[in-house]
């Protein structure tokens, strides 16, 4: 079992900048494939970026040149720093570990205002 707190999420404008940040309470953090995704309402859950163990990432053309995902093994944290904000990215944002399952946090919600 591996338990994720978000945190950073907020209401911001359109163009500004955030950064997520995902704690895990596993030790073995390092070994998981990390991953952020985004529910916006009435809309499926879709992934925005991964990072695996050996920090490759690969990022949703809707953010790709805008976020950057990275983790920090020794916090057991991942981050998504996210820029140049648009209304659209406005969503629930979960962070996800994945090793065999794929495990959940409870979700960060992100507000872009125009």
């Known amino acids: 079992q591996v338990q994720l707190v978000e945190s950073g999420g907020g209401l911001v404008q359109a163009g500004g900048s955030l950064r997520l940040s995902c704690a895990a309470s596993?030790?073995?953090?390092?070994?998981?494939?990390m991953g952020w995704y985004r529910q916006a309402p009435g809309k499926q859950r879709e992934l925005v970026a991964t990072?695996?163990?050996?920090?490759?990432?690969n990022y949703a053309d809707s953010v790709k040149g805008r976020s950057s995902i990275s983790r920090d093994n020794a916090k057991n944290t991942v981050y998504l720093q996210m820029n140049s904000l648009k209304p659209e990215d406005t969503a629930v944002y979960y962070c996800?570990?994945?090793?065999?399952?794929?495990?959940w946090g409870q979700g960060t919600q992100v507000t872009v205002s125009s």
């Open positions: 990072i695996t163990s050996g920090g490759s990432t």
């Open positions: 596993r030790s073995i953090f390092s070994q998981y494939t």
């Open positions: 996800a570990a994945q090793l065999v399952l794929r495990y």
